[in-house]
Each structure stands twice: as C-alpha cells, then as structure tokens.
C-alpha cells in the first residue's frame, strides 16, 4: 500500500493497501532509499510508521504476516489508564494513558474508541469505598479534560440494578466509572492506512530475512515476499525494530546486542454470549494477583485476563485448561448463573512484550517501555502498553533520527486524526438518511459507521450494482459482504491466489484481514 508524499498527500483519498497496490510497493521497496525502515505492524509499529511519515520522512513499514496479527489484534479490546497500576505507583504511566484515552475519544479516532462503563463491587463496609473512591477521582482527574463521565457511587440496590447478574451477598455497593474500548485490530489497521495516506509504504506478507550493513552502520534489510519467496534489499538511514514478543529474535538476526531484554507475558480471554449475564456495565473484579475485566462486546462478554510466563512458540499462545478455569472460577466468585465450559463461545490468547526485571512475577513488571539505539542505524523499543502507543511510537522515531541526515520536525500525530475520523459525527447524526438511501436498517449503518467512520461511502459504493453484497455474511451475521471485498481491496486482506493475480477479491476467495474476521477473536 502507498500514498503520495508531501502536500498533495494531505487531500489524497486515503491509499489502499488492497493486492492491486503490492506490485507497486515492491518496487518501491527495491528503488527508493528511506530515511526509517519500521519493523512490524502491530501498533507500536503502524504508529512509528504514521509519526514519522507527518514530519515528512520517507518511511516503510513491513510486517511478516497480518497487520495486527500478533499482540495487537488480542488485547483487552480497552483505552485505559490501568486503575491497578494507581496500586502499584506507576502515576506517569495512568496520566499518560488517560491523557491519550482522552485523544483518542475526542480527535483521533472517535470513530473507533468509545466510552465503556464498568462496575467496581464493593466486599469491605469500613475502608474500602474510600479507598476506591480517592483512586478513583486521582483516576478521573489525571487525564485532563474529560470526555467521559466521573465516578457513581451506588448501593448494593443500585448496583444489583445495574447488574442484575451479580450474587446478592458478592456485594455491599459499588462504583460505575468509565473507560474507553476499541476494535485493536481495526485501530491498528487503520493506523497503517494512515501513514500509506501520508506517504508510507506499508506492505504485509514481507518477512525481513537479514540486515543489510555499511561498516559498523545498520543500512536496511532484506526483505521476502511471503506470498512468493521473492527477495530484496531495502535501504534505508534507519531502522526501528517494533517487533513486541519477537524483539529479540531480531536483534539477534542484526547481530547486534540488545540493551534490554523482551518477556512474553501470555494473557487468555473466554468470550461467552451476551445473554448469558444480565447487566448493563462491565466490570472490574479483584482477583489474588491482579483484576479481571468482564467487558461487553456487541453480542458477547469477553471475561479475562491471565497474566503467566510463556516460553514456547511466540506465533502460537494458547489456552491451557487451567487458564480457562482460573477465568471461570474468578467471574463465578460474584455471578448469580455461574458460567460453565459450555458456555463459551471463543477463547483467544495473546503475549505482551514486557521488559524483563527482577520480578519472577509477570503481573508485577511495569508496563513502562523502553528504547534504545543497539547500534549506529538500529533502534529497538518493546515495552508498554496499547494505549500509549502514540507515545512509544514518538519516542522512537527521536531515537533514530540521529542517523538522518536531514533536519525532522517534532512529532504532531496528537492532531492528526486518523483516517475515516473528519466527518464522522455529522455522519451518525444523517445515519438514517444514508440507510434509506442503500436499503439498510439503521443499526448496520451505524455498525458500517463506528468501524469505517466517514469511509462509509467507499465500502458502500463497492455494492453498486451488486445488492447481494450488502447482505450479511451466512457464519458472521454482523457483519456484511460487502466488507470482505472491501477488506481484500483497500485494507490489505491477502492471500497468495489474490496477490499474484493482483484484483479485487470476492467473498467466497479471499481471507479477510484481522481487523475483518469475527471468527477468529471478538473483533
């Protein structure tokens, strides 16, 4: 996928990152010099890519698989400060991450980050509500200027009401409080078409195999198509390594020493029926080693997560029965109903990139992140969390625009909404008008809305003439025709039959991007 560079970028239609654009962007890759070369396309990787293309760098992005195939499309689905790291001191952290909740809510991506409500039971008559209520307002307070509404104190009547699912005697009160949740592979996705809208070249399927070296100086990499085995030089001033689990597999195939070191904390979620527990608010639970979330999600509650070491293979985290069960003993402390096995409809697991410390405890290592220039022309940063991504991602590009040549302007991606975010509100209030006008009901204009934002008119117009495209999909209901062929045109779902032969795909022939495929996580 690619866009153009420069002012014209700016009112370009956003670029697509669809098989017809692949051929194009080898070929860019082969001819053109970067000043950044980024490595993956989860979202630290996708935000690197677009910070750097808006201060007018020349900037590839190149991910082996999917874009947000790994960590990023099996997260938590929140934008959140992290009530529990108020608990453990990390004060910095929880303001930076509600300060970026608060950019994503009201100017990034409005269209895709919405506020969520969660019910905080509380067991302790002396000293807990308090206790709860004081984190609870330094929460609200932090993020500055507030998009979502402040902390409310309830009874166990209230709360029962809100949550009807709850056991009476699980309870003596409670506090609803918000937060914010987001389609992660759709964000980051969009993220990546972002920086293409900019100027980047963004390709997936393109597997870095080796780096390319000048001297003592990192110069680029060589990359292979996946689809086809091809390879190619990529030269560039500089390259990020924004890998996450695999940091340090790269940073030993550039043969240089790593200044940090990655560990892969595996965190499982179970997604159960929507109807399986009666309430109106999600909620947050103590548990003996950190919290668990049920978080609502469209038709479904997504119940988790762990947090335990995994040391096999990084492409695969799976689910242990013993995860399943740590999940289901949990949320079944507090439910009227409890939850069995066979009452989950998905379980999907996926590992955050810690810094490794000296806790053996991986619920107890900060989420801080960290750079670090490895060598003369090779950045690397792991760490952190998905809500400040916006952040690791400036941090990065700082580190490595030592090795450009030319003067970089600061980082301005707090005021560059992404794409399908300019017009969206407007669109909600004409949400009607635009299901009347294509023969749809209200509600999926609505869903077509908080997934493309004002791109709407471009899935859209791909069922002119084609009405059994905007029909919904016989396995994934919510979802229609239409955005399979979208998603294999525009948004970089591939497959090798697709890219070679470089056209629009059809429902029935192509496998939908991560940020499309309901089946596979809760997205």
């Given at each position: 996928?690619?866009?153009?560079?420069g002012?014209?970028?700016?009112?370009?239609?956003?670029?697509?990152?669809?098989?017809?654009?692949?051929?194009?962007?080898?070929?860019?890759?082969e001819?053109e010099?970067?000043?950044?070369?980024?490595?993956?396309?989860?979202?630290?990787?996708?935000?690197?890519?677009?910070?750097?293309?808006?201060r007018?760098?020349?900037?590839?992005?190149?991910e082996?698989?999917d874009?947000a195939?790994?960590?990023?499309s099996?997260?938590?689905?929140?934008?959140?400060?992290?009530?529990?790291?108020?608990?453990?001191?990390?004060?910095?952290?929880?303001r930076?991450?509600?300060?970026?909740?608060e950019?994503?809510?009201?100017?990034?991506?409005p269209?895709?980050?919405?506020p969520?409500s969660?019910?905080?039971?509380?067991?302790?008559?002396?000293?807990e509500?308090?206790?709860?209520?004081?984190?609870l307002?330094?929460?609200?307070?932090?993020?500055?200027?507030?998009?979502?509404?402040?902390?409310?104190?309830?009874s166990?009547?209230?709360?029962?009401r809100m949550?009807?699912?709850?056991?009476?005697d699980?309870?003596?009160?409670?506090?609803r409080?918000?937060?914010?949740?987001?389609?992660?592979?759709?964000?980051?996705?969009?993220?990546?078409?972002?920086?293409?809208?900019?100027?980047?070249?963004?390709?997936?399927?393109?597997q870095?195999?080796?780096?390319?070296?000048?001297?003592?100086?990192?110069?680029?990499?060589?990359?292979r198509d996946?689809?086809n085995g091809?390879?190619?030089?990529?030269?560039?001033?500089?390259?990020i390594?924004?890998?996450g689990?695999?940091?340090?597999?790269?940073?030993?195939?550039?043969?240089?020493?790593g200044?940090?070191?990655?560990?892969?904390?595996?965190?499982?979620?179970?997604?159960?029926?929507?109807?399986?527990?009666v309430?109106?608010?999600?909620m947050i639970?103590?548990?003996?080693?950190?919290?668990?979330?049920?978080?609502?999600?469209r038709?479904?509650?997504?119940?988790?997560t762990?947090?335990t070491d995994?040391?096999?293979?990084?492409?695969?985290?799976?689910?242990?029965r013993?995860?399943?069960?740590?999940?289901?003993?949990?949320?079944?402390?507090?439910?009227?109903?409890?939850?069995?096995?066979?009452?989950?409809?998905?379980?999907?697991?996926g590992?955050?990139?810690?810094?490794?410390?000296?806790s053996?405890?991986?619920?107890?290592?900060?989420?801080?992140?960290?750079v670090?220039?490895?060598?003369?022309?090779?950045?690397?940063?792991?760490?952190?969390?998905?809500?400040?991504?916006?952040?690791?991602?400036?941090?990065?590009?700082?580190?490595?625009v030592?090795?450009?040549?030319?003067?970089v302007?600061?980082?301005i991606?707090?005021?560059?909404?992404?794409?399908?975010?300019?017009?969206?509100?407007a669109?909600?209030?004409?949400?009607?008008?635009?299901?009347?006008?294509?023969?749809?009901?209200?509600?999926?204009?609505?869903h077509l809305?908080?997934?493309?934002?004002?791109?709407?008119?471009?899935?859209?117009?791909?069922?002119?003439?084609?009405?059994?495209?905007?029909k919904?999909?016989?396995?994934?209901?919510?979802?229609?025709?239409?955005?399979?062929?979208?998603?294999?045109?525009?948004?970089?779902?591939?497959?090798?039959?697709?890219?070679?032969?470089g056209?629009?795909?059809?429902?029935?022939?192509?496998?939908?991007?991560?940020?499309?495929?309901?089946?596979?996580?809760?997205?």
């Amino acid at each position: 996928m690619t866009g153009q560079r420069g002012r014209d970028a700016r009112a370009a239609a956003p670029a697509r990152l669809g098989p017809v654009t692949r051929t194009e962007t080898w070929r860019r890759l082969e001819d053109e010099t970067f000043d950044l070369v980024v490595i993956g396309g989860g979202v630290v990787g996708a935000g690197t890519a677009l910070d750097a293309a808006t201060r007018g760098l020349r900037v590839a992005l190149v991910e082996a698989r999917d874009l947000a195939s790994g960590t990023s499309s099996r997260s938590s689905k929140l934008f959140h400060g992290g009530l529990r790291y108020l608990e453990q001191l990390e004060f910095g952290l929880v303001r930076e991450a509600l300060r970026e909740r608060e950019l994503m809510l009201t100017r990034i991506a409005p269209h895709l980050v919405k506020p969520v409500s969660f019910l905080y039971p509380l067991t302790n008559r002396v000293w807990e509500r308090p206790y709860t209520a004081a984190g609870l307002l330094m929460y609200d307070t932090m993020g500055g200027a507030r998009s979502v509404p402040g902390q409310k104190h309830l009874s166990r009547a209230g709360a029962l009401r809100m949550v009807p699912a709850l056991k009476r005697d699980a309870l003596i009160g409670g506090i609803r409080y918000y937060d914010a949740q987001a389609d992660d592979a759709r964000h980051t996705m969009t993220l990546a078409r972002t920086a293409a809208h900019y100027g980047a070249v963004v390709r997936n399927s393109t597997q870095v195999v080796g780096f390319l070296r000048e001297a003592d100086r990192v110069s680029g990499v060589r990359v292979r198509d996946v689809e086809n085995g091809q390879e190619v030089d990529v030269r560039a001033h500089a390259v990020i390594n924004a890998t996450g689990v695999w940091t340090d597999e790269l940073q030993s195939l550039s043969g240089s020493r790593g200044r940090f070191r990655v560990r892969s904390s595996k965190g499982v979620h179970i997604v159960v029926p929507r109807d399986r527990i009666v309430a109106e608010s999600g909620m947050i639970l103590r548990t003996e080693k950190s919290v668990l979330f049920v978080i609502p999600w469209r038709n479904h509650w997504i119940v988790g997560t762990t947090d335990t070491d995994w040391n096999l293979d990084l492409a695969h985290p799976s689910a242990t029965r013993g995860d399943i069960d740590y999940l289901l003993e949990h949320v079944n402390k507090v439910l009227a109903t409890p939850l069995t096995h066979d009452d989950i409809e998905g379980v999907y697991a996926g590992l955050r990139p810690l810094l490794a410390g000296e806790s053996e405890e991986t619920s107890k290592l900060s989420r801080e992140h960290a750079v670090a220039r490895v060598a003369p022309g090779l950045v690397a940063i792991a760490g952190g969390k998905y809500t400040t991504y916006r952040v690791m991602a400036a941090d990065a590009v700082d580190a490595a625009v030592v090795d450009v040549p030319e003067r970089v302007q600061e980082s301005i991606t707090d005021k560059v909404p992404l794409v399908g975010a300019d017009g969206y509100h407007a669109l909600v209030n004409q949400a009607d008008h635009l299901a009347g006008d294509h023969g749809l009901h209200p509600y999926r204009v609505r869903h077509l809305l908080d997934r493309y934002g004002s791109l709407i008119s471009d899935v859209l117009g791909l069922a002119e003439g084609r009405p059994d495209l905007l029909k919904p999909i016989e396995a994934a209901p919510d979802y229609l025709r239409v955005e399979v062929v979208y998603a294999a045109t525009d948004e970089g779902a591939c497959t090798s039959r697709t890219c070679s032969r470089g056209a629009r795909g059809s429902p029935s022939s192509t496998r939908t991007a991560a940020s499309t495929a309901p089946n596979r996580s809760p997205t």
